[in-house]
C-alpha cells in the first residue's frame, strides 16, 4: 500500500515507522512544511503506560528515546513560600528536538522517504496527493490541511480553552514536575515545569486573559515578556534565564472532529493526533495521545490487511475515540481548574495542592495514597487536626465537624439514621399546601411534631445528628407520590391550588399556579418561622431552607421563574429579596446555637436562566446573612433544561461555591464511595457530602444460599 | 441478566409470516423478550403494529418496543397505540420511547423536528397522568434524556455501543434517577446487532447496517463493524453488559430470516 503522510512530528513519523516496518511494508512517504531541523516546543511529556506501548511497537527507537529521557516521580507545588512535594507519579519528558531527530532517523533506516520543506497550501494541493496514493494521513496537527480537504465528513471544531499561556524554556534544571504559584498586583500566575534533558526544563507560563491584560503583555514584545517573567519568578529561577522559541503567548485550542476519517476523491483520508484531536496540555498528554494513535492506526491495518482500508480506519477510531474523549473531559476539568485557581488561594497548602492534583477527576485520594502513603497521611492528619503534631488521623470522611453548636460525628449525610453523620429529611412542607405530594412530610401542626421528635430519637440512636429540610413546593406541588414518575400532576379533584412568584406552569399538564400576593408573601415567611420554631422544639440539630430545584422560594431566585415587576422581581437583587427575608425571618427565630443550612440551585442549565457565578453570588449573600452551610444543587428550575449527570457532577460547582462565598457546602451528584466523598472533601470543594451508598448496607456474599 | 432477540420488523423483506414464525419461536425460545425498532422513512413495518400480530402468536414474552419514536405520533395517538398492544398482550408490553436520530422521519409525519424534546415530555406526562398501565422505557444519550427518563420513565433503555459505553450510561442513568428523587433504581435495558451464518449471511446484516445507518455517515461503517457476526463475539458482548449491570440485552436480527432466532437461541442456550 502506497501511503503519504502529511506532517513530521512525532505521530507522523512514528507511524511511518511502524507501517514500514510491518510484514508487508508499505511505501511511506512523509510531507513537511518546515525544514528537518527545525523545532517548536522543548519538552514532552510520556507516563510509563505510554513507555510500555512504545517498547512493544518499536524496540529500537525505544531504546534510543528512554537513553535521553529526564525521568521523576515527583510533583512539588509552590505555593505561599512553601514547596509540597507529592511522590509516586511516574513520568518521563524528552526533548522535542531530540525525539524528532530520534523518530527521522529510524524512519529513513525503514526506507521511509521524508521530504522537508514540502507546503501543502490547501484543499486542491491534497486532492491532487490523493490521486497518487492509497491511503493519506493528516498528521498536521492542530491547523491541519488535510482536514479543510473534507470539513464535512471530519465536522472539526476549534474551541479555544483555559487561560492564556506562553511556552518557554530555562537552563534551570528541575528535579521534579513543577507547579509554582506566584501572585503579582496583576493576579495570580502559575507555571508548568519539567526537566527534559541534563540541561534544561519545559516552563510553561499560564494566567487568565483578564490578568495577562491587566500587566500589559498583550503589548508586550518577546523580550519584554521574557523579562516580565522573569522577574516574577525570579526567587525560582535564582539567576537562571528564561529562553523563547519563537514563542508567544495563546489560547490553547481545543480540537475535536465528529469523524476521524473520510475519502477524498475516492482516497481513504485519516487523522492522527493534534489534526484529530487535542487535549489542555496542563495534563501533558497531547504527544503521548498522538503516538498511541499511531500504534493503533499500524495495529489496524495488521488487522484488516491493506485490502480493505476502509475497515483499518473504522476499527482505528473505534479503538481510540473513547480513550481521547476520556482525556479530552480530565483536560477540561484541569483547564477550568488553572482558569479559576485563584479562587483558591485561601486554601491551605495540603488543601490547595491535594485539590491541584485531584483536578482532573482521574486521580482520587485513594489513588495518591497508592502513589504516596505518606502524603496523604499528611493531608489527612491536617484535615483532621489544622495542624501536623499527629502521625495519624482517620480519612476525611471519618472527622467531625462543628456547625455552631451541632457536632457531626463525620462528613456523610444521608437519607436513614446508620453510618451518617447527619440524617437529612426529605423536603419537610411548611403549610399543607406547600407539599409536594399527598404523602410528602409537613411540620406545621403539633402531631408533626411528635414525629418529628421519633426521628431525631431515632438519629440519636445511631450516633447521628437530624436536620430537617423545609420547604414549600410552589409551582412543582399537588403531584403524585414518586413512584412512577414525578411532576405528574394530582387528577384535578385531588390537587390543591400552587402558589409561585409568577403564573407559570412546570411542565406539561402541570397546574397553573397564583401569583403570590403581598399577603402570601407574608403568611409563607410565617410558616417557615413556625415550622423553624417546632424544629427547634423537636429537637433537630439543623434546619435547612429549600431554595433548590425550582421549588418556591428557589423559584423567586430564576429569572426563568421569576417574572415580577414588584420588589420581589426583576434584579438579581430584587430575585433574591424574599428567600433572604425567609432566611432571615428563620435565622432570627433559631438559637444562637442552632445552625441555618440552605439547599440552593447555584445554576439552572438552562439558556438564560442562573449560571454558577450568579449561584456565587446567591450563597455570598445568605452567607452574609448568617447562613452556616450551602447544600448545592443545580437544575430543574425549568422541566426541560441540560444537566451533564455523572459521577460526581456537582464537585465542581460546590467548588466554586465554597472557595468563592467562603461558606461551607454540602454537595451530591452521585458520590457513591467513601473514596469519592474522601476526595471532595480533602480538596476542600465541600465540607459535608450526601453519600450515596449509605442507602444499601454492605452485603459480602454474591447472593442467597438456597 | 436476561436476553431478548428483535422481531425483524425494520430489515427489508418482512412478511407477515416471517414476523409471526419469528414471534412463535422466539416465545419458544430462551428470551426474556422480543423487540421493535421504529423508522417511518424505511421499508419497514410499523412498530405496534408488528407487536400486534405478535401478540396473536406468543403466550409469555415479554414485548417491546425499542424504541419508538415518540414525537412521530400525537400524544394521545402514541398512548392509544401502546395501550392496545399492551392489552392485546394481556400486559406484556414494555413501551420503549425516544426521539429517534432522522430529521426525515419527522417531516415526513409533519412532526415538529425542533420541539421533539418537549414533545416526548408531553408524551409522556400524557402517559403518565392518563395513568397508562405498562412499563415505560426512556432513550437518548444526552443530559435532557436522562432527565427526562428519571422524571418520567420506569427505566433507560440504551441504544447501543460497547459494554463500556452502556456503563457510562447507565452510571448517568442512576445519577438523573437519585438527582430527581425517584425511589429505587431505573430498569436497564440494552440492545445489539447480530448476523449469525455464512459469509453472505453476515455481508447481508453488514451491508443492512450500513443501509439502515447512511444518514449518520461514515458512523454507519463503524455501527457495521460493531454487528455481532460469531457465537463468540455474541457471548462475549452478553458477559459484558451482564457485567455492567444490565437487565435485558435484546439482540437485533439484520437479516430478514427467522433461521437467525434459533441460530441466536442456539449461542445463548
Known amino acids: ?706 | 441478566m436476561e436476553i431478548g432477540v428483535g422481531l425483524p420488523n425494520t430489515t427489508p423483506g418482512a412478511t407477515g409470516a416471517l414476523l409471526t414464525d419469528c414471534a412463535r419461536r422466539a416465545d419458544a425460545g430462551p428470551f426474556g423478550s422480543l423487540a421493535v425498532l421504529d423508522r417511518l422513512v424505511y421499508d419497514s413495518v410499523e412498530p405496534f403494529a408488528a407487536l400486534s400480530a405478535a401478540t396473536s402468536v406468543t403466550n409469555r414474552i415479554q414485548l417491546a418496543t425499542m424504541i419508538a419514536i415518540g414525537p412521530l405520533r400525537p400524544g394521545a395517538l402514541l398512548a392509544k397505540q401502546a395501550e392496545a398492544v399492551h392489552r392485546l398482550a394481556d400486559g406484556r408490553f414494555t413501551l420503549g420511547i425516544g426521539i429517534g436520530a432522522r430529521r426525515d422521519d419527522y417531516t415526513a409525519a409533519g412532526a415538529d423536528h425542533r420541539r421533539r424534546g418537549a414533545l416526548l415530555s408531553e408524551q409522556l406526562a400524557h402517559l403518565r397522568g392518563t395513568d397508562y398501565p405498562g412499563e415505560i422505557l426512556v432513550g437518548g444519550n444526552s443530559g435532557p434524556a436522562f432527565a427526562r427518563m428519571a422524571r418520567y420513565a420506569d427505566g433507560y433503555a440504551h441504544g447501543g455501543g460497547p459494554p463500556r459505553a452502556f456503563a457510562s450510561a447507565a452510571t448517568k442513568a442512576h445519577a438523573a434517577w437519585r438527582d430527581l428523587g425517584r425511589p429505587g433504581a431505573p430498569r436497564l435495558w440494552a440492545q445489539g446487532y447480530f448476523a449469525l451464518g455464512d459469509d453472505d449471511v453476515v455481508q447481508a446484516g453488514c451491508d443492512y447496517l450500513r443501509d439502515y445507518y447512511a444518514f449518520t455517515g461514515p458512523f454507519a461503517e463503524t455501527i457495521a463493524s460493531a454487528n455481532l457476526t460469531t457465537g463468540r463475539a455474541i457471548k462475549d458482548f452478553v458477559r459484558g453488559y451482564a457485567a455492567e449491570g444490565c437487565e435485558m440485552l435484546v439482540l437485533l436480527p439484520t437479516v430478514s430470516d427467522v433461521d437467525q432466532i434459533d441460530r441466536l437461541a442456539e449461542v445463548i442456550g
Open chain 1, 1 to 706: 500500500m502506497k501511503v503519504t503522510i502529511i506532517g513530521a512530528g512525532p505521530s507522523g513519523l512514528y507511524l511511518g515507522i511502524l507501517l514500514a516496518k510491518a510484514e508487508q511494508p508499505h511505501e511511506v512517504t512523509v510531507l513537511e512544511r518546515n525544514p528537518a531541523d527545525a523545532t517548536f516546543g522543548w519538552g514532552v511529556v510520556f507516563s510509563d503506560e505510554t513507555l510500555g506501548a512504545l517498547r512493544d511497537a518499536d524496540y529500537p527507537s525505544y531504546l534510543d528515546i528512554t537513553d535521553t529521557f529526564a525521568r521523576w516521580d515527583a510533583i512539588d507545588i509552590s505555593y505561599r513560600d512553601t514547596v509540597l512535594r507529592s511522590r509516586g507519579h511516574a513520568f518521563s519528558a524528552i526533548a522535542r528536538k531530540q525525539l524528532l531527530a530520534i523518530l527521522q532517523r529510524r524512519a529513513a533506516e525503514l526506507g521511509v522517504v521524508q521530504r522537508f520543506g514540502q507546503e501543502i497550501a490547501g484543499p486542491e494541493d491534497i486532492a491532487a496527493l490523493c490521486a497518487d496514493t492509497d491511503l493519506l494521513v493528516g498528521a498536521d496537527g492542530v491547523r491541519s490541511v488535510v482536514r479543510e480537504a473534507a470539513t464535512e465528513t471530519f465536522r472539526p471544531t476549534i474551541t479555544p480553552q483555559g487561560g492564556t499561556y506562553i511556552w518557554y524554556g530555562t537552563d534551570l534544571v528541575f528535579d521534579a514536575f513543577r507547579f509554582i504559584f506566584a501572585e503579582s498586583e496583576h493576579g495570580l500566575f502559575q507555571v508548568h515545569g519539567y526537566p527534559f534533558d541534563e540541561h534544561a526544563s519545559t516552563f510553561i507560563v499560564e494566567c487568565p486573559e483578564t490578568t495577562w491584560r491587566k500587566a500589559g503583555l498583550d503589548e508586550m514584545s518577546e523580550a519584554d515578556s521574557i523579562a516580565f517573567c522573569e522577574e516574577l519568578f525570579a526567587d525560582e529561577l535564582g539567576g537562571h534565564r528564561l529562553m523563547s522559541n519563537k514563542s508567544t503567548w495563546l489560547r490553547f485550542p481545543l480540537v475535536r472532529n465528529g469523524s476521524w476519517h473520510a475519502r477524498v476523491a475516492d482516497t481513504p483520508v485519516v487523522l492522527v493526533g493534534d489534526a484529530a484531536h487535542t487535549a489542555h496540555f496542563t495534563i501533558g498528554s497531547g504527544t503521548k495521545l498522538a503516538m498511541e494513535d499511531a500504534i493503533a492506526l499500524g495495529a489496524a491495518f495488521v488487522r484488516h490487511g491493506s485490502d480493505n482500508p476502509a475497515a483499518a480506519l473504522v476499527h482505528y477510531e473505534r479503538e481510540r475515540k473513547p480513550i481521547v474523549e476520556r482525556f479530552q473531559q480530565a483536560a477540561t476539568d484541569s483547564a477550568e481548574y488553572f482558569s479559576r485557581v485563584h479562587e483558591h488561594t485561601h486554601l491551605a497548602p495540603p488543601q490547595f495542592a491535594f485539590n491541584l492534583l485531584t483536578r482532573s477527576g482521574r486521580i482520587s485520594h485513594a489513588n495518591l495514597a497508592q502513589r504516596d502513603a505518606d502524603f496523604v497521611r499528611g493531608v489527612d492528619v491536617w484535615f483532621a487536626t489544622d495542624q501536623a503534631e499527629h502521625a495519624i488521623a482517620p480519612p476525611p470522611a471519618f472527622t467531625p465537624l462543628a456547625l455552631r453548636g451541632l457536632r457531626l460525628a463525620n462528613r456523610m449525610v444521608g437519607g436513614v439514621p446508620r453510618d451518617a453523620g447527619l440524617v437529612l429529611t426529605p423536603l419537610t412542607a411548611v403549610s399543607p399546601g406547600g407539599r409536594v405530594s399527598p404523602d410528602s412530610p409537613t411540620l406545621c401542626a403539633d402531631t408533626d411534631v411528635a414525629r418529628l421528635r421519633a426521628a431525631v430519637a431515632d438519629a440519636h440512636a445511631h450516633g447521628s445528628a437530624l436536620g430537617v429540610l423545609l420547604g414549600h413546593a410552589g409551582r412543582r406541588g399537588a403531584t403524585r407520590p414518586p413512584e412512577r414518575g414525578v411532576d405528574i400532576p394530582l387528577p384535578d379533584d385531588e390537587a390543591w391550588p400552587l402558589l409561585a412568584p409568577s403564573p407559570l406552569s412546570f411542565g406539561p399538564g402541570s397546574q397553573t399556579p397564583r401569583a403570590m400576593t403581598d399577603d402570601d408573601l407574608a403568611e409563607v415567611r410565617d410558616a417557615f418561622v413556625a415550622a423553624a420554631k417546632w424544629a427547634v422544639e423537636a429537637g433537630c440539630g439543623l434546619v435547612a431552607l429549600d431554595c433548590g430545584y425550582g421549588y418556591l422560594l428557589a423559584s423567586f431566585l430564576s429569572p426563568l421563574t421569576n417574572h415580577r415587576t414588584d420588589d420581589y422581581g426583576g434584579t438579581a437583587e430584587n430575585r433574591l429579596r424574599f428567600p433572604l427575608e425567609v432566611a432571615e425571618a428563620v435565622r432570627a427565630a433559631l438559637p444562637d446555637d442552632c445552625p441555618l443550612g440552605v439547599r440552593l440551585t447555584v445554576t439552572d442549565w438552562a439558556r438564560g436562566g442562573l449560571t454558577p457565578e450568579d449561584g456565587v453570588t446567591a450563597a455570598r449573600a445568605f452567607a452574609e446573612m448568617g447562613v452556616d452551610l450551602v447544600h448545592v444543587v443545580a437544575g430543574q428550575t425549568v422541566a426541560e433544561s441540560t444537566p451533564e449527570y455523572r459521577r460526581g457532577f456537582l464537585s465542581t460547582l460546590s467548588d466554586r461555591v465554597r472557595n468563592g462565598a467562603r461558606v461551607p457546602t454540602l454537595v451530591g451528584g452521585h458520590l457513591t464511595t467513601v473514596d469519592a466523598v474522601n476526595t471532595v472533601l480533602a480538596a476542600g470543594r465541600a465540607d459535608l457530602c450526601v453519600a450515596e451508598f449509605l442507602r444499601t448496607p454492605a452485603a459480602l456474599t454474591a447472593g442467597r444460599a438456597a
